[in-house]
Each structure stands twice: as C-alpha cells, then as structure tokens.
C-alpha cells in the first residue's frame, strides 16, 4: 500500500471551485474590483495552452524521431471557453469581437468587417487555490491571456423555462511589439490564514 497514498499536502494544492474570467486582476495583491468581472458562467472554464513544435531531424538520414537537440517550439495557441448566463452590451461587444457600443445609442452593438487593435484586450482567469481561500489572504491560481480576442463569435442559445447562454471561446494573440512574449502567464499563490 506504500504506492497507493496520496501526498500529505494534497489539499493544500488543489484548485477549488469554478473560477471566473475578469478584465484586470492584481497578481501582487490578489486584488479582483467588482466591476472586473466580464460576466457570470456556467459550467466553469476550460484554458489550454497548446505548444506547435518542429522535429527538425524528421529528415535527417539515421536520427531518431523527436530527438531533443533539434526539436523547435514554433508557437503556442492559447484559448479559454465557456459559457456565460449574464450580458450587457459590454460582453457582447466583447463576444463579438470586432464590434463598436453606438455612441448615441449605447443599447446598440455594431459588428464590423475590420480588426482594430482596440478589439484586443487582456483577460485572467481566476480560481480559489489551497485550504486557506478566505476574503482577505485566500490563494489563488490566475492565468493571464494577453491580447485576448473572441474567436468563437456571438452565439446565444435560449430554452424553456431557462437561462439564455452565450457560448465563448477567447484566443490570446503575440503582438509585433513583443515578438517573443508568450501571451499567457500562470500565477499560483497559496494562501495563509485570516486575521
């Protein structure tokens, strides 16, 4: 039985709950303002961050496949999906994608044919981590996606006697202006008891 025990500190590390998907976090301070959170979900949130590699030896007379010395990690896609049960015209703009709020009638949503950079906005997921998950010094996982797009489009899916969802599906994006930054980070905190 001594292979079949579960690691002593096992609840100190698991992720909790269904997490939520906001415009800004605060890694530093744990710190989430109530109107950062773009909408209320259900069913929880899934990310993947999916690395594309090069076997740069696949052709090479006599090398083995997936020799290590001449693998290539050509680029990362990074997504996160869900669903959302709440929209205001601000999600939907969002969820649109390339879209504007009308300026003088700010119930109007209006899709667009051209990407503008302003569509690009950076999003964190964030989820309760550890035993310790209180108001003040409660742990934390958050994953940042920079330059996030909705790359799933607008969708709405109503039934009786239910809640409408909006299913979404965010893509995070490089940028020309940081070639070589990796658009997502992963930040895990654990946290300490209450005062």
Not at 22 to 46: M, N, R, V, Y
Not at 70 to 90: C, I, N, P, Y
Not at 129 to 136: E, H, I, P, Q, V
């Given at each position: 039985?001594?292979y079949?025990?579960?690691?002593?500190n096992?609840?100190?590390?698991?992720?909790?709950?269904?997490?939520?998907?906001?415009?800004?976090?605060?890694?530093?301070t744990?710190?989430?303002e109530?109107?950062?959170?773009?909408g209320a979900t259900?069913?929880g949130i899934?990310?993947?961050?999916?690395?594309t590699?090069?076997?740069?030896?696949?052709?090479?007379?006599?090398?083995?496949?997936?020799?290590?010395?001449l693998?290539k990690l050509d680029?990362?896609?990074?997504?996160a999906?869900g669903?959302?049960v709440t929209?205001?015209t601000?999600?939907?703009?969002s969820l649109?994608g390339?879209a504007?709020?009308g300026?003088?009638?700010?119930?109007?949503?209006?899709?667009?044919?051209d990407?503008l950079?302003a569509?690009?906005s950076d999003?964190?997921?964030?989820?309760?981590y550890?035993d310790?998950?209180?108001a003040?010094?409660g742990?934390y996982?958050?994953i940042?996606?920079?330059n996030a797009?909705s790359?799933?489009?607008?969708?709405?899916?109503t039934s009786?006697?239910?809640?409408?969802?909006?299913a979404?599906?965010?893509?995070?994006?490089?940028?020309?202006?940081?070639?070589d930054?990796?658009?997502?980070?992963?930040?895990i905190?654990?946290?300490t008891?209450?005062?």
């Amino acid at each position: 039985m001594k292979y079949t025990k579960i690691p002593s500190n096992t609840f100190q590390k698991l992720q909790l709950n269904a997490a939520i998907i906001a415009k800004a976090f605060t890694p530093a301070t744990g710190t989430l303002e109530a109107d950062d959170q773009i909408g209320a979900t259900t069913g929880g949130i899934s990310f993947n961050a999916a690395p594309t590699y090069s076997d740069f030896g696949e052709d090479i007379d006599n090398c083995p496949k997936n020799m290590k010395e001449l693998k290539k990690l050509d680029s990362w896609e990074v997504t996160a999906s869900g669903t959302f049960v709440t929209v205001d015209t601000a999600t939907a703009k969002s969820l649109i994608g390339a879209a504007d709020i009308g300026s003088s009638d700010t119930t109007k949503v209006t899709p667009r044919n051209d990407v503008l950079a302003a569509d690009f906005s950076d999003i964190w997921i964030v989820g309760d981590y550890s035993d310790k998950n209180g108001a003040t010094n409660g742990g934390y996982i958050a994953i940042h996606l920079m330059n996030a797009l909705s790359t799933g489009g607008f969708q709405l899916q109503t039934s009786d006697k239910a809640k409408g969802q909006f299913a979404f599906t965010y893509t995070a994006h490089y940028s020309m202006d940081a070639q070589d930054t990796v658009p997502f980070e992963v930040y895990i905190k654990a946290g300490t008891a209450e005062a």
